[in-house]
């Protein structure tokens, strides 16, 4: 049986790109007898509103969409996500980090720069060399650090991987495309990647529908799949909304939101019509 997720994160107001990956992934469960899951992922306390979760819920159910099961919360999640890390860190796959992203970007600059990876340019490795007796030292003395996945070891283990999307096909999973990758850091617990990975598990998510700028996610997911013995779903990462200047729907763009629309006396099938999706 297919099981899609539809996972917003409550840092603003839905728009249409939102609902059209809500719309898409209860298409594609309603199409196969299957079920859609809603998670609220919820971990960047600084970004995260109470407010935005309330708006969420309101406009999944205004669109008409009913979650197959209770509504996951990943700030009710922490232990699983630090049951995880536990499993990580016993392997020696995580080393901490301690270096600001200042001193990242001025290292990368004095090298003459770095290629990008996920989130900016790849880590170049600092911290990796630091001894456990200076790293544990820093530890103690609550030094602020982050909790860096070693690629170079885990691909030791996890050798070649690949991962399956219903749009471009199968892929061979690229893990040094993210460099070390931040798994934890002391704001944050846990990262995207950590916590998506092990609630799609949790959830038995078989079909991952999302857009296309998180398509270069999959190949370091696809890796902690691997690692945390995870089962792996297919994904199908779809275009992104643009408007009729050409510019992508986002909330840091002030996209239309599915509560203005509403306002504005729209009706879900207006949305539907907005977004080109049929019943």
Same mark, same amino acid.
């Given at each position: 049986m297919i099981v899609t997720r539809f996972a917003p994160s409550p840092t603003g107001h839905l728009h249409l790109g939102h609902a059209y990956s809500a719309l898409l992934a209860w298409q594609e469960a309603k199409k196969a007898g299957g079920k859609c899951l809603l998670r609220i992922e919820d971990i960047d306390a600084a970004r995260c509103r109470e407010e935005f979760v309330d708006s969420i819920l309101e406009d999944?159910?205004?669109?008409?969409?009913?979650?197959?099961?209770?509504?996951?919360?990943?700030?009710?999640?922490?232990?699983?996500?630090?049951?995880?890390?536990?499993?990580?860190?016993?392997?020696?796959?995580?080393?901490?980090?301690?270096?600001?992203?200042?001193?990242?970007?001025?290292?990368?600059?004095?090298?003459?720069?770095?290629?990008?990876?996920?989130?900016?340019?790849?880590?170049?490795?600092?911290?990796?060399?630091?001894?456990? %007796?200076?790293?544990?030292?820093?530890?103690? %003395?609550?030094?602020?650090?982050?909790?860096?996945?070693?690629?170079?070891k885990a691909e030791q283990i996890a050798g070649n991987l690949t991962w399956t999307d219903r749009l471009t096909g199968t892929q061979s999973a690229d893990y040094r495309i993210a460099g070390d990758v931040?798994?934890?850091?002391?704001?944050?617990?846990?990262?995207?990647?950590? %916590?998506?990975?092990?609630?799609?598990? %949790?959830?038995?998510?078989?079909?991952?529908?999302?857009?296309?700028?998180?398509?270069?996610?999959?190949?370091?997911?696809?890796?902690?799949?691997?690692?945390?013995?995870?089962?792996?779903?297919?994904?199908?990462?779809?275009?992104?909304?643009?408007d009729e200047s050409g510019q992508r729907l986002a909330k840091r763009a002030g996209s239309p939101t599915i509560r203005s629309l509403r306002a504005a006396g729209h009706r879900p099938d207006d949305i539907r019509k907005m977004i080109r999706i049929a019943d």
């Open positions: 999944i159910h205004w669109l008409g969409l009913v979650p197959d099961g209770p509504v996951l919360r990943q700030s009710d999640r922490m232990p699983a996500y630090e049951d995880a890390l536990t499993s990580l860190k016993s392997r020696g796959l995580l080393y901490p980090c301690f270096c600001t992203r200042r001193q990242i970007i001025a290292e990368i600059n004095s090298a003459g720069g770095a290629p990008h990876g996920l989130d900016g340019p790849v880590y170049p490795g600092t911290c990796k060399g630091l001894t456990k %007796a200076e790293a544990s030292k820093r530890i103690r %003395a609550n030094e602020p650090h982050a909790l860096r996945l070693n690629i170079l931040v798994l934890a850091r002391k704001d944050i617990r846990n990262s995207y990647h950590l %916590a998506v990975t092990v609630d799609d598990a %949790a959830q038995g998510i078989s079909l991952v529908i999302r857009g296309e700028d998180l398509f270069s996610a999959a190949h370091i997911q696809r890796l902690l799949q691997t690692l945390l013995g995870l089962p792996t779903p297919e994904y199908q990462h779809h275009p992104l909304l643009h």
